[in-house]
């Protein structure tokens, strides 16, 4: 994974990428790649949103 | 040897020739007050009556008993005015003979407080007219207060540095300081004083003075109180020159030069609060509204940054399902399988002839077989 991926940046691409494996014309060759990278990007933005969960809660006190 | 006569005759017979001449007669006259004396214990006031004109001047003694007394004190506080000399007024006086001192006086026996509060009023509209007619940057407004560049100035949202004009002892200093530095918030404030004295002939110079010696990136305002004690002679923020300096003045002025019934020039071209009181309490509430629109800005930033985050969260999550559900393993795993010819997945059955090499796959085993018949899915 780049390593100047931002969130956003990562979720839009996530987006996309679920789009076109919901998309009944996506050939199944295509598919098992398109979903390897949808796990990959979906795990980034998991431990991202931690990170920022956890800068923001300790901001609050 | 000459025929004496005793002084207290000559004094006697003068005393009757007066009587005779005005006892029981009384006179409205308007004259300069030349000379003050009060003697508070008694409640007795000695004056000197003076008129001015071409010829020359006249002056003659007065005097106000303790039966009159009042007088003076209803003339000070409903004109806001200090019984003192210079001033001009009208009264009702009656005349009689100083035996003891041998001179003729009058006895103040009424003052007319119309008179001294039309002076005070029409004196304080002419300098006024004459501040808007030559400083362009003063304009008056329909509801009788004043914009100037001084109050026109934007108010810092916070105000903790502080230039204080005050009298030295005096209640507003004390008031003022009273509420600010122990203001129950905790809000430090730096407060330097300018001190002066706030009444009298000399103190419109010396206010002027001081705030000229202000420094303007030092403080956030420049605050003027008075009162407390004394609620006479205001006159000094009556002045032409010191109000002009105060319009003009490069940091926010707000005045508590504390009294209720008037305002004064100064007061028109600052923020006029009407007690030193008034002010401390209006800037540690103008502080207090800061915190606290700081405070809900923070709340709002948190609660937009969890709703964000639960969002975010969410969608995540709907994300994972769906591109678990629509991984080739599930499919498979519920009994789907793919079909492949000649290394090409099929999904168009017409690719397909009798006789072709199919590769049925499965999640995991791949089934080699040859097509023998083609029919409709009927459904």
Same mark, same amino acid.
């Not at chain 2, 005779?20 to 006031?45: D, Q």
């Not at chain 2, 329909?142 to 230039?163: F, H, M, W, Y």
């Not at chain 2, 005096?170 to 918030?185: A, E, H, I, P």
């Given at each position: ?61 | 040897?000459? @025929? ?24 409205? #006259? ?21 008129? =001015? ?10 005097? +106000? ?17 200090? $019984? ?6 009208? +009264?009702?006086?009656?005349?009689? $003979?100083?035996?003891?001192? /041998? ?14 509060? /039309? ?26 207060? +004043? ?11 916070? #105000? ?37 004295? @706030? ?19 030092? $403080? ?5 109180? =008075? ?18 300096? %105060? %319009? ?12 209720? =019934? ?7 071209? %600052? ?69 492949? !010819? ?11 002839? @009798?006789? !072709? ?23």
């Amino acid at each position: 994974m780049k390593s100047n991926l931002t969130f956003d940046k990562a979720f839009n691409e996530l987006k996309k990428l679920v789009d076109q494996i919901e998309d009944d014309k996506i050939q199944i060759d295509t598919l098992t790649e398109k979903v390897e990278e949808a796990n990959e990007l979906i795990n980034f933005c998991e431990t991202k949103l931690r990170t920022i969960e956890t800068a923001t809660n300790k901001l609050r006190k | 040897m000459p @025929v004496i006569t005793k002084l207290s005759d000559i004094a006697t017979e003068i005393d009757e020739l007066i009587q005779n001449k005005y006892a029981g007669k009384t006179f409205w #006259i308007t004259a300069e007050l030349s000379g003050v004396r009060k003697i508070l214990t008694k409640s007795w006031c000695y004056i000197d009556f003076t008129e =001015r004109n071409k010829n020359g001047e006249t002056t003659i003694k007065g005097v +106000c008993w303790a039966r009159n007394y009042y007088n003076i004190e209803l003339f000070e506080s409903t004109t806001n005015t200090e $019984f003192k000399t210079g001033i001009e007024i009208t +009264c009702k006086v009656s005349v009689s $003979f100083y035996k003891a001192k /041998g001179y003729p006086q009058l006895e103040v026996l009424e003052i007319d407080f119309a008179h001294a509060v /039309g002076q005070l009023e029409l004196e304080k509209q002419k300098t006024l007219k004459r501040l808007i007619a030559e400083e362009k940057t003063i304009k008056y407004l329909p509801d009788g207060r +004043c914009r100037t560049a001084n109050n026109s100035l934007e108010l810092p949202k916070v #105000i903790q540095r502080i230039a204080l004009i005050t009298a030295s002892n005096s209640d507003g200093q004390r008031d003022f300081k009273n509420v600010t530095l122990t203001n129950k918030f905790g809000y430090a404030f730096s407060i330097q004083e300018y001190l002066t004295v @706030v009444q009298g002939n000399s103190a419109s110079k010396l206010i002027s003075e001081k705030l000229k010696l202000i420094k303007q990136d030092k $403080f956030d305002v420049v605050v003027i109180v =008075r009162g407390g004690g004394s609620d006479t002679d205001f006159a000094a923020f009556n002045d032409y020159e010191l109000a002009k300096v %105060a %319009a003009t003045f490069p940091i926010p002025i707000l005045t508590g030069i504390g009294h209720d =019934r008037n305002t004064s020039i100064v007061d028109l071209m %600052a923020r006029q609060l009407r007690t030193p009181t008034e002010v401390g309490s209006f800037i540690v509430d103008r502080n207090k509204s800061f915190e606290d629109n700081l405070l809900q800005l923070q709340d709002n930033f948190f609660q937009a940054v969890d709703d964000l985050i639960v969002d975010r969260k969410n969608t995540l999550q709907q994300f994972k399902q769906t591109v678990k559900n629509l991984h080739p393993d599930s499919i498979l795993k519920k009994g789907f399988a793919i079909i492949k !010819s000649n290394n090409k997945i099929i999904t168009n059955p017409k690719d397909i002839k @009798v006789n !072709s090499e199919l590769q049925t796959i499965l999640k995991s085993e791949i089934i080699h077989s040859t097509v023998n018949k083609k029919s409709k899915n009927e459904k």
